[in-house]
Structure formats: structure tokens, C-alpha cells
């Protein structure tokens, strides 16, 4: 997909977000809380422990969650209706959340030791590490695909 598309694409790419992305959020995240809080809880002190992933995946769940509703009931319906020259002045507010997302990423890779499992980690810490690996992936295309594919082109018009 291109910025030159017509605005259908665009239509079809905000539902395509939603559907993949903002749905599979909505799955993985109270999985990761449960599994980061338990890791936490069962290994402190040990060696490699990712200490303050729990707090940390909890406030980008609040985050990412008023975010994706922002886009969902703001921003993609403006989208849909062909944009605006406020449209681009509500993009603005979405890149700087992305912005964010990236440095919170930055730092769950920092306090898991960039995801490397330590010697004999249990199968809840395999499982936690591996989530947050698709998630990571995940949030990262999704933010590529607004950024990079979806919000030029009304930015360009604006």
C-alpha cells in the first residue's frame, strides 16, 4: 500500500489495524501482566529478575489502551470520512504516543537483558519472554503501518 491510494485503503488499513493489532494488544497484555507479576514474584532476588516489568507493561496497558481507543472512536472514524485539516493536527498527538511506545519497548528489552533468559529459567519465564517478544513485534508494526504507511498521506494534505 502507498500514500497515493484511494481513500478506501485507507478505510480498509484502519479496520486492518483494529482487527489485528488493537484486538491482539487486547489479548497479549493481561497475559504479560500475569505472567510478568508471577516471574517477579516466584524468582526475587534471583539473578536476571526483570525487576519493574510488571509496573511497566501495566502502564502501557493504560496507555495503549486509552491510545487505541482515541483512534478507534477519533481518529480512524475522521480517517474513514476522508480527513480534514484537523485530522492532521490529531495525528500529531498519536505520533508522540508512538514515540513513547518506542522508548517503552526500549526498555522492557533493557530490563530483560534484551530478552535473554537466564540459565534455568522455569516455563513461565520462557513463556513471558516469548510473549513479549510477539508483542514487541506486534506494537512495533503497528506503529510502523500508522506511521509510515496511514498518516502521511493526510498529513501531506493537511
Known sequence: MNDAVP???ATELTRFIESRYHARHREQLPMLLK????VEDLHCGEEG???????????MAEELEMHMTNEELVLFPAIRKGG????????APIRANHAEHD???AEI?????????????C?????LYAGLAEFADDLSEHVRLEDD?????FERAA
Open 123 to 127: 516455563s513461565s519465564w520462557n513463556t
Open 103 to 105: 522508548h517503552q519497548l
Open 7 to 9: 481513500i478506501h485503503h
Open 35 to 38: 505472567l510478568a507479576e508471577m
Open 109 to 121: 528489552r533493557r530490563l530483560t537483558n534484551d530478552l535473554a533468559l537466564p540459565e534455568g529459567a
Open 49 to 59: 529478575v526483570p525487576d519493574g516489568l510488571h509496573d511497566l507493561l501495566r502502564r
Open 84 to 91: 480534514g485539516r484537523a485530522l492532521a493536527e490529531a495525528i
Open 149 to 153: 504507511v496511514l498518516f502521511p498521506r
